[in-house]
């Protein structure tokens, strides 16, 4: 998981605004996730740290791999959410909605996080690249 850590931005997104208009987000909620980051604060064996406006409210959270949570969704929605580790290459984050299911693959290939987002038979791709610490 160590290949997480740090602090990556968006270079690069395929579909995004069209699955974030199905999701009823607003213009500005749009213009911040264009341009967001996300950094993985600390990383262990069974917990993560991640700091994103793309997933939680308020910005950061401390998860334990496996164990369902609750939270608040992009659009308001109280939801059940759920990270998993299929290898420490690959986090898989599945919100369950009331009425459907939103699954981020994020995955390190080629030195990128590549996270993909699917739900309703539509898919988002975004591409992140590490900063450099300061």
């Given amino acids: 998981m160590s290949e997480f850590a740090g602090k990556w931005k968006l270079v690069e997104q395929e579909n995004l605004d069209i699955m974030l208009s199905a999701f009823s987000v607003s213009e ?4 911040l996730l264009n341009t967001m980051t996300i950094e993985y604060i600390s990383v ?3 917990q993560i740290r991640i700091r994103s406006p793309l997933y939680f409210s308020p910005g950061e959270i401390d998860l334990t791999f496996g164990e369902e ?3 608040t969704g992009i659009d308001g929605t109280m939801i059940k959410a759920i990270v998993e ?4 290459r ?3 984050y599945t919100q369950k909605h009331p009425i459907l299911r939103v699954v ?5 290939k080629d030195g990128f996080n590549v996270m993909v987002i699917s739900c309703l038979g539509m898919k988002a791709t975004l591409k992140f690249q590490k900063m450099r610490a300061e």
């Fill in 85 to 88: 580790k299929p290898s420490d």
């Fill in 44 to 46: 262990g064996p069974q």
């Fill in 104 to 108: 981020t693959t994020s995955e390190i």
């Fill in 69 to 71: 949570f609750d939270q």
């Fill in 28 to 31: 500005e909620q749009k213009k």
């Fill in 90 to 92: 690959k986090l898989v």
